[in-house]
Nanobody, 117 residues
Framework: QVQFVESGGGLVQPGGSLTLACAAP??????????MGWYRQAPGKQRELVAT???????NYAGSVKGRFTISRDNAKNTVYLQMNNLQNEDTAVYLC?????????WGQGTQVTVSS
């Protein structure tokens, strides 16, 4: 079972920024072989894709965050990041790290991001 260490969540005012990090030290070299992603789930809503990054570095974003969020990965540190700028109230959610390869999929426990004035 893959375990993730997620960090960087918190309370921020509208227009502010946060950077989330998800480390997977136990994956070793296998980290390089997984597409990594961030999803989010707000209260009463379904889990939704935020951004993904493939093993080759190709990125994909939800339309609602495109131009504001940037996903990146550091394979040497087994870590994926989500830089979030110009945060809005509707970005409030639990953000979850995800690793996907073929039929295997793993989830982190999530980190809370709250945008409020």
């Amino acid at each position: 079972q893959v375990q993730f260490v997620e960090s960087g969540g918190g309370l921020v005012q509208p227009g502010g920024s946060l950077t989330l990090a998800c480390a997977a030290p136990g994956m070793g070299i296998w980290f390089n072989m997984y597409t990594m992603g961030w999803y989010r789930q707000a209260p009463g809503k379904q889990r939704e894709l935020v951004a993904t990054i493939t093993t080759g570095g190709t990125t994909n974003y939800a339309g609602s965050v495109k131009g504001r969020f940037t996903i990146s990965r550091d394979n040497a540190k087994n870590t994926v990041y989500l830089q979030m700028n110009n945060l809005q109230n509707e970005d409030t959610a639990v953000y979850l790290c995800n690793a996907y390869r073929n039929s295997a999929q793993y989830w982190g426990q999530g980190t809370q991001v709250t945008v409020s004035s």
